[in-house]
């Protein structure tokens, strides 16, 4: 029987088998990898919240201000007691009184001293400079050193004796650290709006604290925070769960203190609920994104299925006539072709499923998916996969009806086919793509602050791929008539060029064919790498000009008068910039020697710049500026009596100022008295900001504001478009691979054609050389085509579309097209390779041809 026999016969024809395998392994790696990739966007989303959340902000938080003392144990308790119901670790409870004042150490009592305790505190994360861990108090060592305060000291609050210090720990930074972090407010003593004698002492153990607080008779207690360090999330689905929890054990908390009539001594919050919501909302972002190019690549990998299907029925169209009149149905006969293709598509179905969760690594957003988003990919492989099936099955099927039963002769499928061909497909495609493109016009004009994640348009997203498919359909059909008119060309002086032409034109459908997937491929990959790359730049950019450096402190003017030098440490990557306003433009005052050395200076990086900052210092009339932004109508009048400016040349942007309108001065065209004027002055460096702040608190300067690259923006928004558009890119390279395989398997399919063929021009006279040539000429001409069309096409739409997708339109520079060099010569240099790969396959088959065999068959 030949269905029994199917699978073993599949093996006469193994282009045939690797042809169908390959279809549904990329067709089902696509499938599988549109769901993985939006639940690693959310998964990657639920990573960078937790980088900017708190670390004991995940779960709930009990707090508030003025608790009264006796209910604190009361709260602790409840909230301990239902955290192991609900699954959560320990709590770490936080406590502090209000400022006490008449504090004395030594004999003096105008110090004044939160008193403070918090779980795990006084063991682990405070640095202890001297003394022991010993029950006592732990005094920071500002205050300590300052006053000459040392271990043993026995203090007093308002005459009542308190424990004694029995340990110096080193005060906590501002910014605190990260374990620190959600208790900033309390935990770090602000030395510019409080007495710099303020001090927090922290007990070491929760008993010292309830004793001293109970001697004291302190009524309420300022701040009672408690909270849980539990493990960040790494999926949506995990953030959910915590989230769950959270709100359940908040609920029985209030009920609970609510039965002891303290319902009102506590407020239970969920920090992190914003965090979810924006982390699902990029899920579903990325995931409604590229459904469009999901389905377009299911819908190509079904049209691959439908071709294997065509390409079985002509191959064993003998076979099934004979079983046809044998009386075997037509959906027998489609059964058939299940039979014996059945197995390796499925195989390479499961295969591409597989792979892209192996790769996902590589291709996907930096997070974790959910385990329900492998299963649901699982699925929709599956599906794929019976649909493949069925379409295999089915196009077989009707194909031997309407031509074994129905008597209708092949010729009418031709014209069909031929009507396919003729049909212009462009014309649709434009459509589509123009309007994806008024859809696109407006997709940046939500871009406001406010919102976390860009607007989601998939027509929109859309119009790049069907830019590019329009370009190949419109290369195609032009390389179609060209080769259908190739017979009048007469180059027989030059035999290579002419059999090259000749290969082509006998085989147009396959090089149109190539010619099209070839062009998709490249295109679809430059725009999604382009846009993709572009967004990330934006970011690094954007944040670059907006702080000015790495980090940006807020410092005193006796740093920017020179009066004070820097620390050491950062004097060899930082420089001081001074900012004044009053006159409608932004003045900002650099140092020309030392600017670059701190200044991030992003797209400005140039010899220009450094012209620019040397001629600041150059005499004349006024005082020579580098003017920013483009208005035309700025006023030479700089704020503060500094005099009118001199314009010595003209930036778009500038660091810190942006692209409004201002000037750059230099602080060496200022008098002493000038300099002293100016308001606010500025450390830009490019080290670390934890580094600026021990630096300059070890030399006595304060540094009451910060900012870093990293915090400064939002990232998330920009990761988003990224994400995106990196699955654009997986789609792009997907298609390089099919039309790689695509152009070796026309080789190889007009194996014996060209074998027969060079066999004869070399016994003519041609030399080897000549022919591997024509080979080359022939293959070269198609990559090539396909290569420039595709560059040039991919990174023009590229160029267009990626400003339009900046989701920060309010802050400069906007998006732009990074560096396409690198792309294009690396594609060029893989089309040499697959042409060089290609000619010496047509080569190899002349030089083992058996001329006489191959006249005989």
Aim: charged letters at 15%; one cysteine or more.
């Amino acid at each position: 029987m030949p269905w029994r026999a199917a699978p073993r016969a599949a093996l006469t024809s193994p282009l045939t088998l690797i042809i169908a395998a390959v279809t549904a392994l990329l067709a089902c790696f696509l499938g599988t990898a549109a769901v993985l990739q939006a639940s690693a966007a959310g998964g990657a989303a639920v990573t960078y919240q937790n980088g900017i959340a708190c670390p004991d902000n995940y779960g709930p938080v009990f707090s508030k201000g003025n608790v009264p003392t006796e209910a604190v144990p009361q709260i602790v308790d409840s909230v301990r007691r239902h955290a192991s119901t609900h699954g959560f670790t320990a709590p770490v409870a936080s406590r502090y009184t209000p400022v006490l004042f008449g504090t004395e150490f030594n004999g003096d009592p105008n110090y004044k001293v939160t008193l403070a305790y918090r779980d795990q505190a006084g063991l682990d994360q405070l640095t202890l400079t001297e003394g022991s861990r010993n029950s006592g108090l732990l005094l920071g060592t500002v205050v300590a050193g300052a006053e000459k305060i040392g271990v043993g000291a026995k203090p007093s609050i308002k005459g009542t004796p308190v424990p004694p210090v029995t340990g110096l720990y080193r005060d906590l930074p501002d910014p605190a650290p990260r374990w620190w972090c959600s208790q900033q407010r309390n935990a770090v003593v602000d030395r510019l709006a409080n007495d710099p004698l303020d001090s927090v002492m922290f007990a070491t153990d929760g008993k010292t604290f309830d004793d001293t607080v109970r001697s004291l008779g302190i009524p309420t207690m300022k701040t009672l925070y408690v909270s849980f360090y539990e493990t960040p999330p790494k999926t949506v689905s995990e953030a959910e769960d915590l989230l769950e929890r959270s709100k359940a054990i908040i609920a029985d908390v209030k009920a609970d203190l609510t039965a002891r009539s303290l319902g009102d001594a506590v407020v239970g919050s969920l920090p992190f609920e914003r965090s979810v919501a924006i982390s699902k909302q990029a899920e579903a972002n990325v995931l409604v994104s590229i459904l469009p190019l999901a389905a377009i690549s299911v819908l190509v990998g079904c049209a691959g299925i439908g071709t294997v299907a065509l390409q079985w029925h002509q191959r064993r169209h003998a076979q099934l006539r004979l079983l046809s009149a044998r009386g075997s149905s037509p959906r027998a006969l489609g059964m058939l072709a299940v039979a014996e293709l059945g197995l390796p598509i499925v195989a390479g179905g499961v295969a591409g499923a597989v792979l892209a969760r192996l790769l996902l690594g590589v291709y996907g957003p930096p997070g974790e998916p959910d385990g329900g988003a492998t299963v649901f990919g699982s699925l929709v492989a599956a599906a794929i996969l019976l649909i493949s099936l069925t379409l295999l099955a089915g196009v077989i099927a009707v194909r031997t009806h309407r031509e074994f039963e129905l008597g209708r002769i092949r010729s009418k499928g031709r014209k069909g086919l031929k009507l396919l061909v003729i049909f212009p497909w462009e014309l649709i495609t434009a459509g589509v793509a123009l309007l994806g493109w008024n859809r696109l016009v407006d997709y940046g004009s939500a871009s406001r602050v406010g919102n976390p994640l860009p607007q989601v348009d998939p027509l929109a997203l859309t119009y790049p791929v069907f830019v590019v498919l329009t370009v190949g359909l419109l290369a195609a059909r032009l390389a179609w008539l060209a080769l259908h008119a190739s017979h009048r060309a007469r180059l027989w002086s030059r035999p290579a060029l002419q059999l090259a032409i000749r290969r082509l034109a006998s085989a147009r459908a396959p090089v149109t064919g190539v010619l099209v997937i070839g062009t998709l491929a490249i295109g679809t990959l430059a725009t999604g790498i382009g846009i993709a790359r572009g967004q990330e730049e934006a970011l690094h950019t954007k944040s670059a000009i907006f702080v000015g450096a790495e980090t940006r402190v807020d410092t005193e003017s006796v740093v920017g008068t020179g009066k004070v030098p820097l620390p050491a440490q950062i004097s060899d990557s930082s420089t001081v910039v001074g900012e004044l306003t009053g006159t409608g433009s932004v003045v900002l005052v650099v140092d020309p020697q030392t600017f670059r050395r701190g200044a991030a200076l992003g797209p400005l990086a140039g010899d220009d710049v450094d012209r620019l900052l040397g001629l600041l210092s150059s005499p004349g009339t006024g005082v020579p500026a580098i003017r920013i932004g483009s208005d035309a109508g700025q006023k030479p009048k700089l704020p503060s009596g500094l005099g009118d400016a001199r314009t010595i040349g003209e930036l778009p942007m500038w660091p810190i100022i942006g692209t409004k309108a201002g000037y750059v001065i230099s602080r060496t065209s200022l008098s002493t008295a000038q300099l002293g004027s100016v308001p606010k002055w500025s450390l830009l460096s490019g080290s670390p900001v934890s580094l600026l702040t021990e630096s300059l608190t070890a030399a006595g300067i304060t540094q009451p504001n910060r900012i870093t690259r990293e915090s400064a923006l939002d990232a998330l928004p920009f990761f988003v478009v990224s994400w995106t558009f990196s699955f654009m890119a997986l789609l792009g390279a997907v298609l390089g691979v099919v039309a790689v395989l695509s152009l070796l398997v026309a080789v190889e399919v007009r194996r014996r054609q060209n074998a027969l063929a060079g066999a004869l021009v070399l016994r003519m006279g041609m030399r080897p050389r000549a022919l591997l040539a024509s080979h080359l000429m022939e293959l070269g001409a198609l990559s090539g085509l396909a290569v420039v069309i595709g560059v040039v096409c991919g990174v023009s739409v590229a160029g267009l579309s990626v400003p339009r997708f900046d989701p920060a339109t309010f802050l400069a520079p906007r998006s732009a097209l990074p560096n396409p060099t690198p792309f294009a010569l690396t594609v060029l240099a893989i089309g040499v390779l697959v042409v060089a790969l290609a000619g010496w396959i047509a080569m190899r088959s002349v030089r083992t041809a058996r001329t006489a065999e191959l006249i005989r068959a």
